[in-house]
């Protein structure tokens, strides 16, 4: 997402709809920034056509940092306009999990990726090409070790790797388990501290745990699922 500058990530779900993290857009007003699609590098536009479209509304979860301060860590995107996916050939929205998969997740490979800060010693300096890694999903109480208890709740997830991270900048975008040779979208990046270090794993939004939500808010949008039937 962008005003003058990339600042968060997000996950097109449907042709009119963008899942990112709350925090990420928590008083920020449609209109004033714009959603740009299938992107690589964001300090160019020459390599591939410009998917721009306005934020015409925001939904943030109704239960945002109700009892955490990233709890519910969710927000819904409704784009100006439609995209047309038999035009936009490149571009083909994020598959969402049929239903909760919460005991399935701990010890899956998910897939991260971002514009988000590449050395946390340096926290100024973003990536300009989106950058990926993969990450191993933790049991929850083991999560809780290296925070307080209270700050991970059971609407999120934990996930590590040995020296990589999602780090600044990478929130609200998408942590996706490969099922079947689909890559499915288990998780929002929320939160953690520092990046890389071990003993502060990466903290995701669990998705599986509002899909009513998201579903009773894109109801008439064109999903991932129609484009397998």
Not at 150 to 170: H, I, L, P, Q
Request: glycine content about 6%; overall charge neutral; aromatic content about 10%.
């Amino acid at each position: 997402m962008y005003w003058d500058k990339f600042y968060c990530g997000g996950s097109l779900i449907r042709d009119d709809t963008v899942l990112t993290a709350a925090h990420c857009v928590v008083n920020r007003k449609p209109y004033t920034f714009d959603v740009i699609l299938g992107d690589i590098n964001w300090t160019t536009k020459k390599e591939t056509l410009d998917i721009r479209r306005q934020v015409i509304r925001i939904d943030i979860h109704p239960r945002f940092a109700q009892r955490a301060t990233f709890d519910y860590d969710f927000a819904l995107l409704k784009l100006h306009s439609r995209i047309n996916f038999d035009i936009i050939s490149f571009i083909r929205p994020a598959c969402l999990p049929f239903y909760d998969q919460d005991d399935l997740l701990t010890g899956q490979i998910g897939t991260v990726s971002g514009w988000g800060v590449i050395d946390p010693k340096n926290p100024t300096v973003q990536a300009n090409i989106l950058q990926k890694t993969n990450v191993e999903i933790m049991n929850t109480q083991e999560c809780k070790n290296g925070y307080p208890a209270s700050e991970v709740t059971s609407t999120m997830f934990c996930a590590k790797a040995n020296s990589t991270d999602s780090c600044y900048g990478d929130s609200g975008g998408p942590l996706t388990v490969n099922q079947d040779g689909v890559h499915v979208l288990e998780g929002v990046i929320s939160w953690g501290k520092n990046c890389a270090k071990p003993q502060w794993p990466g903290v995701y939004s669990n998705v599986g745990k509002v899909l009513r939500w998201i579903r009773d808010h894109t109801r008439d949008a064109h999903s991932c699922w129609q484009d397998a039937i």
